[in-house]
């Protein structure tokens, strides 16, 4: 009678541990399937971002539309490529100063005044008084810019119209911050242009 007992104490334990495992079993099966129903929304979530990025980043490998400048900003830009530098953000860096009245003698160099004379020539004038400006002219395929002090001509540089353009395509938005600067020293120094300047 001991034996029977122990034998069916025996099989009620293995019969628990049985069923304690096949328990474990269903809820480690349940907890795997809850946590893949998630993740199985994660990746549409993931393929959407990296075809956004995908998109993104063939936007933005495409070529750029290129930027036509009108005749004004064309001016500017073989205005400040006169300048000195050895790069365009030099150029324009130099700009600044002059601009700002930084130079070494911003009575004859700092641009005070830009006017169109006959189309397109462009004339700036440069201090208070304007004793000295630039011409800028073009002439068919090419920009010529002339440097004059006291109405002598002291500076001369011709540049390719269509590489200006290629050149400066990409720096719109500071030809026309250098094209302001010059129009509020303007109203600023109540700067005009008399006949004889140019």
């Known amino acids: ?7 069916y104490g025996l099989l009620g334990g293995i019969i628990v541990a049985l069923a304690a495992v096949l328990l474990f079993l269903i809820g480690s099966y349940n907890t795997r399937q809850q946590a893949k129903a998630p ?18 980043s063939t936007q933005s ?4 539309q290129k930027v ?24 324009f860096k130099t700009f600044d100063e002059l601009a700002n009245g ?5 009575a004859t160099e700092q641009p005070t ?19 000295a400006w630039y011409i800028i002219e073009f002439n068919n395929d090419q920009i010529d810019v002339n440097h004059y002090t006291h109405g002598q001509k002291d500076f001369s540089k011709s540049y390719n ?7 400066f395509s990409n720096y719109r938005p500071q030809i026309n911050a250098a094209i302001q ?18």
């Open 1 to 7: 009678m001991k034996k029977q007992k122990l034998i």
């Open 39 to 56: 993740r199985r929304s994660a990746p549409s979530a993931s393929v959407q971002y990296h075809s956004e990025k995908h998109v993104s």
């Open 61 to 64: 490998s495409s070529p750029q």
């Open 68 to 91: 036509e400048l009108n005749d004004e900003e064309l001016a500017v830009a073989a205005y400040i490529n006169s300048l000195r530098g050895d790069s365009l953000d030099d150029k």
């Open 102 to 106: 930084q130079s070494a003698n911003p």
């Open 113 to 131: 005044i830009i006017a169109q004379h006959e189309n397109p020539t462009f004339q700036i004038g440069e201090g208070k008084s304007i004793f």
């Open 161 to 167: 119209k269509d590489e200006i353009a290629e050149q």
């Open 181 to 198: 600067k010059i129009q509020q020293n303007q109203a600023q120094n109540n700067v005009s242009l008399d006949d004889s300047d140019n």
